[in-house]
């Protein structure tokens, strides 16, 4: 099955610098790959996804690139703010097979803290 | 819309007992997933499902069942409860199944056995 590893498992930034997770997958047959944000206590959130027919993606102070060949994708968050801590989860699915349903592997998380 | 909710919030069992952890959705999702979250390790399926009367395992399924009797209802049942089942149980659903979805989550069910 698919594997997801994510990297570093821990990112410490000051205010206003980038912040870069990485993650690699296994699998070659998976074609989507959506980004969570969980704050402490809460529940995962969608914050930006791709599709492996598209190599890069923004929205706003968030991007993700995509290397097909290499397998793997990163998450990019420029001009960092306190809010911003959380920790990210990187995922990865096969798309377009209604009996494999929307079945996410994940990677182990990263847990972000932007410092004042 | 509620989104998907889930009960109870925060569960104690003992080694052996047998509970259910309840998941709703009123957004008519034709998927529905359940996932545990141990520290560190990220999100790991344990079952879902693609449509009323239809379930499949994930990647995690043992000591867990499910059934999908409702459009709207996906409870996980523990049959014999394990210390090792100690986790947080998230509830997801999406429209459907099989294209880019976008995938929402339910608040968690804390579970700890002793």
């Known amino acids: 099955g698919e594997n997801v590893e994510q990297h570093p498992s821990t990112l410490s930034v000051q205010e206003g610098d980038s912040a870069v997770i990485k993650c690699t997958y296994s699998?070659?047959?998976?074609?989507?790959f959506p980004w969570y944000k969980q704050e402490l206590g809460k529940r995962p959130q969608l914050i930006i996804d791709?599709?492996?027919?598209?190599g890069e993606k923004k929205d706003q102070r968030i991007a993700v690139t995509l290397n097909k060949t290499a397998k793997h994708f990163s998450l990019h968050i420029t001009e960092t703010q306190p809010e911003d801590s959380a920790v990210y989860f990187c995922?990865?699915?096969?798309?377009?097979?209604?009996?494999?349903?929307?079945?996410?592997?994940f990677g182990g998380g990263t847990r972000v803290l932007v410092k004042p | 819309n509620a989104g998907v909710t889930q009960t109870p919030k925060f569960q104690v069992l003992k080694t052996g007992q047998s509970m259910t952890l309840q998941c709703a959705q009123d957004m008519n999702h034709e998927y529905m997933s359940w996932y545990r979250q141990d520290p560190g390790m990220g999100l790991r399926l344990i079952h879902y499902?693609?449509?009323?009367?239809?379930?499949d395992q994930g990647e995690v399924p043992n000591g867990y069942n499910v059934s999908r009797s409702t459009t709207e209802d996906f409870p996980l049942r523990l049959l014999s409860a394990a210390p090792s089942q100690t986790s947080v149980y998230f509830c997801?659903?999406?429209?459907?199944?099989?294209?880019?979805?976008?995938?929402?989550f339910g608040p968690g069910t804390r579970l700890l056995v002793l």
């Open positions: 499902s693609v449509g009323a009367g239809i379930t």
């Open positions: 699998d070659s047959a998976s074609n989507y």
């Open positions: 997801a659903s999406s429209r459907t199944g099989w294209v880019k979805e976008t995938q929402y």
């Open positions: 995922a990865a699915s096969i798309q377009g097979i209604k009996a494999a349903g929307n079945k996410l592997t």
């Open positions: 791709i599709r492996s027919n598209v």
